[in-house]
C-alpha cells in the first residue's frame, strides 16, 4: 500500500483518520512511519490533531479509518501475544512530569512498572523467571534505566517529589526505556521545563538515541527542540498533513504557506 | 523621578522564607523594561507586589513607588485595598499568562469589557456599547460584534489574550505589567500578539514591564532587562549587551541555553 524507498517501518500510521464523537474529523488521511534510527516529529500548533495521532501510535485509540502497523502488521487490542510485543517495543513519555508519576510510589517502583506489567525481565538472563532471581533482575534494571537517564540508583528509594522538574522528566524517561523499547513516542516531552532543563533533556534524549539505537518520535509545537533531535518532520495543520520530510528541509525551506509561516514566527535571539 | 521605583523588594513566604531578595529597578513613563528568569526566580511575585496583589500571608518590605501625573506619588506596600484600587487600573495594570483564568466563564466578553469602561470613563446605554465596540477593534479582533456576544469558552485562546489587553487598556494605564502573556499561546499566536502589544504601547506611550521565561520572546519587546535567579536579581543591562556578552555566570548560562536551541534552528537544508 505504501512503498517509500525506506528501510520496513517499526511503526506506521496508513492513511488514519479519526472523529471525535459528533466533531469534525480531529485526523484525516494520515500517513507517517516510523523509521529505525530515523526520529520523527509531528509538530503543528493547538487542535492540529498532533496529540490525536499519537494516541492512535500509542495504541490508546483505535483510528476511524485507516490502520496503525507495528512491524507491519495491523495493531488489535485483542490480539494479545502482539499487543504484548507492542507494548515493549514502543513506550511513552509524558508532557507533564508532575502528574505523570504517581507521588505515592517510590522512583524504583514507578520505573520497573513496565517491567512488572509485561511480566519482564523474562529473557534478558540465562537464568529463567524465578520469583527471587527476578527480583534482583528487575533492581538490576531499573538500576541501570536511572544510571542511563543520568540518575543515582539511590533514586529508586526515593518519592517523586524530592526531585526537580527535570530530574522527574528523567525518571519517566527511565520508565519508559527500561523495558528496552525501540520507539519512545514522547508528548511535548520538555514544554513544560525552563530553558537550561530543557537543553538538558533534549540532549539525554539525543544520547539515548544514539547509544542504545532508540527511535524517538516526539510531538512538540517547540520547533527548536524539534530541530535539535529530529531527523524527520511532519507537519500537521487541521488534522492533515501538509508537508513532510528531512527536518533540515521541511523547517530550512518550507515548501507549505502554513511551515512557512510556522518557521517565521519562532521568536529568534539577537544575532551574535 | 520614575513612573515606577522599586527599591529593596523583599517578599517572603509566610514560613519566613525569602522569595524575593532585594530587587530594584526602576521603570520611566514608556520605557519597557523586561524581567527574565526561570521558575521559581520570583517574577511574578514581583509584578504581584507591585500591584499589591499578593497572596494572603506573603509578607513585603522595602519599597515600590508609582508616581503618575495626576495621581501623585503612592508607597504600594502597606496600602489599603480601597487606596490600591484607586491606583489599580489607572497607574498600573497586570495582562496575565493565561486569559481563561482572568476573564469570568459566565459572563458575556463584551459585559467584563464594559465594567472598567463604565468606571473609568463614566459611560452609558449606546455610548458604553460603543466604547466596547472599539476597545476590542482596537485589539485588532476581526469581529467585535460576535466576540462581544460570546463566552470565553467560545473563543480562541489567542482572541482571549486580546480581550484580556483590551481589558487591560481600558483603564488607560500608564503602566502595563504583561506577566508571560504569550506563554499559553501558539507561536504563530505568540507573533500576532507580541505584534500587537508593542504597537499598542507605542501608540499609547505607555511603560511596559514584561515579565518572561524566554530570553528571545522578551528580546523582541524590551529594550532592557533584569534577570531574576531565586529571588535575586543578578544582572541588569540592555537586552543587546547581555544576550551578546552576559557577565554573571547564570546569566551566561541561561544565554548559553536559549543559544544552543536557538541555533538548532539555523538549518542549510
Known sequence: MTPPATPPAVLAADRVGFAYRG????????????????????????????????????????????????????????????????????????????????????????????????????????????????????????????????????????????FSGGQRQRIAIARAIVCEPRVLLADEPVSALDVSTRVRIVDLLAELRDTYGLTVVMVSHDLAVVAALCRHTAVLEHGRIVEQGDTASVLGSPAHSYTRRLVGSVPRLPRL | MSLLEVTGLRVAAADGRELVRDVSFAVDAGERLGLIGESGSGKSLTALAIMGLLPAGMTVAGGVVLDVPGLGRTEVAGLAEQRLNALRGRAATVVFQEPLTALDPLMRVGRQLAEPLRRRRGLRGAALRAAVRAALTEVRLAEPDRIAKAFPHQISGGQRQRV?????????????IADEPTTALDVTVQADVLALLDALVREKGMALLFISHDLAVVSAVTDRVVVLKDGVAVESGAVADIVRAPAHPYTRSLVASARELDSALDLAP
Open chain 1, 23 to 162: 466533531a469534525a474529523p480531529a485526523l484525516a488521511d494520515v500517513s507517517v512511519s516510523v523509521v529505525p534510527g530515523r526520529s520523527l516529529a509531528l509538530v503543528g500548533e493547538s487542535g492540529a490533531g498532533k496529540t490525536t495521532l499519537l494516541r492512535l501510535l500509542l495504541g490508546l485509540t483505535r483510528p476511524s479509518t485507516g490502520r496503525v502497523l507495528f512491524d507491519g502488521r495491523e495493531l488489535a487490542t485483542r490480539d494479545r501475544s502482539l499487543m504484548r510485543e507492542f507494548r515493549r517495543g514502543v513506550q511513552p513519555v509524558f508532557q507533564d512530569p508532575y502528574s505523570s508519576l504517581d507521588p505515592r510510589q517510590r522512583v524504583g517502583r514507578i520505573v520497573a512498572e513496565p517491567l512488572r506489567s509485561l511480566g519482564l525481565p523474562a529473557s534478558s538472563g540465562a537464568a529463567g523467571p524465578a520469583p527471587r532471581g527476578g527480583k534482583a533482575a528487575v533492581a538490576e534494571r531499573v538500576g541501570a534505566a536511572l544510571r542511563a537517564v543520568g540518575l543515582p540508583e539511590e533514586a529508586a528509594g526515593r518519592y517523586p517529589h524530592e
Open chain 2, 164 to 176: 484580556a489587553i483590551a481589558m487591560a487598556l481600558a483603564c488607560e494605564p500608564a503602566l502595563l
